[in-house]
């Protein structure tokens, strides 16, 4: 039987990405996405506060340069990737990080001033109801 690397992932994203090119123009971007559990109260009246995980993000060459132009923090995004774990030594302490490689992206939310107006026609004149549409985004790799 073969084995599954999947996670899903909805949430928000923290930075913008941090976008930089290795030989040969290869792009690499790194962001954190956060998620969080809702907090709620037991039947004994105890409070249980939300619970926000903080996950790192990476995307690898066209991913990263369309991730540099149209992800900004405050976005809420679906990203789909595999998980990858790498260790390094430094000053001799032997250090891991568990990362999401992110495979497919959807924007499913953008903040107001991130939306791309939808009156880009000269001439056209807005209705009462004009002015920024919500788009969906699906990037896939």
Do not use: C
Not at 5 to 30: Q, T
Not at 69 to 78: A, P, Q
Request: charged content about 30%; cysteine-free.
């Amino acid at each position: 039987m073969s084995s599954v690397n999947k996670v899903i992932l909805i949430g928000n994203v923290g930075s913008d990405p941090d976008v930089r090119y290795l030989d040969r123009g290869v792009a690499i971007a790194n962001f954190n996405l956060a998620t969080t559990e809702r907090g709620y109260v037991m039947q004994n009246g105890t409070q249980v506060p939300d619970k926000t995980d903080w996950h790192a993000i990476v995307l690898w060459r066209n991913l990263a340069e369309w991730a540099e132009r149209n992800i900004h923090k405050g976005m809420k995004l679906y990203v789909e990737g595999k998980l990858q774990t790498r260790s390094w030594e430094k000053d001799g302490i032997r250090k891991n990080k568990t990362e999401v490689i992110a495979e497919n992206i959807q924007i499913l939310y953008r903040p107001q001033e991130y939306q791309t107006p939808r009156n880009e026609v000269p001439g056209e004149e807005q209705g009462e109801n004009d002015g920024y549409e919500e788009k969906e985004e699906e990037i896939i790799f």
